[in-house]
């Protein structure tokens, strides 16, 4: 166990007090009782149960649901699922949600609803969680199963009047319980669909989730991945390489709109959670990471936090939601033309020549590989563009002022 630095972790979400921003999200980790149970007694601040349906909805799933993108040395980058909801029906997680309310004073557990094109079991689904005392339920309008109103292959949080519909249904039956609208990023313009959940009387958004896409294709057989008796299909791609996505997504939204966020895409860390905060996200919510490396990860995730809001001077967590977004600018607006070049700490330099490629073939051919094999940029070709910067495997380039001839 560590110190505990003197700050507080605590955040707020749609009037809810969540013990710190680490929430687990809607997904395999908490598909039942006992994964929340020992997910809570590791530090979590909340669930969300997997998505479920009313009792008479028959689910099927393919086995296996899981592929995988590796990159070089490092395992999963990416994860591609076919999952589907729960299989569990809403009398399992009516059942959880008690237990977990009883034993665990002061955490947030929420429900995921899925109820098709059917008013009758949005709204029953609505009035169980309310009865069962759910914190807020989130409507899962981002997962890669279709639009239940849709003739082509579309998500319902693609379709403002799909997401107004079934908002309206839930929003009717929720009283004071939150209502979260769970979007993709896959629009062509995010603010649309927060206006569609807005006028719908949506608490909150979580965004992004997956992104629908092929993680790749087996070279012998041509079979896209995952194989399913030589089949395959499009999933919802999740882990480390969407967080870009989400982070743009969240920046977007918060921008345009005061509506409360949760952020689902990407989080590994610490860090990337104090990212998805500082572009307006209250709470982080975690899924391949968990499924990843543990619940156990919830404890790192503290330490991180308390630790950097020691070093930064911040009090709370709290300060941190928000805080990068006067720094993001449209491009046109990026007016002040910043005038450096690169220049490299020759006595870390490792002398492996990648700098002198990238620029060669990519940047401005400012580079010239002394016979010592020690790169010299020249300042004149140099156009300061950050490429060598990036790709340095030691991480010895920077870029300082032009200098002044
Ligand atoms: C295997 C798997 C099953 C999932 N099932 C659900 C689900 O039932 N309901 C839901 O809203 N999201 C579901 N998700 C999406 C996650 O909750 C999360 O939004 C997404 O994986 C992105 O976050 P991550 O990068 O932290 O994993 C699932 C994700 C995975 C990997
Ligand atoms: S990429 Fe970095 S380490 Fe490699 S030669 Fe260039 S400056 Fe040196
Ligand atoms: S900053 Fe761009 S142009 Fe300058 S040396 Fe690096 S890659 Fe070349």
Redesign the pocket.
Known sequence: MYQEPEVDLSVEYCGLRFENPFVLSSAPPTDSYEMVQAAFQQGWAGAIMKTTSVESYQVDITYPIMTSMDWEEKKAIALGNIDNISEYHMDVMEEAVRKLKDEFHGKIVGLSLWGTTNKNHWEELTKRSVGIGADLVEISMSCPTDSPFAKTSLMAGQIPDDVKRILGWVKKHSGEMPVIAKLTSQVTDITEIVEAVQEAGGDGVCASDTVHGLLGIDLDTFIPHPNINGKSTFCGVSGPVVKPITLRTLATIARASGIPLAASGGATTWEDAVEFMLVGASTVQFCTAVMHYGFDIVEDLKEGLAYFLEEKGLASASDLIGKALPNILPHGELLIKKDV??SIDESTCTKCGM?YY??RDG??Q??DLGEDGLPQ?DPEK????????EICPVECISLVPRPRS
């Open positions: 070049v690169a700098c990238a620029c940047g401005h400012a580079y940029a140099c156009y300061g563009c950050g490429l060598c910067v």
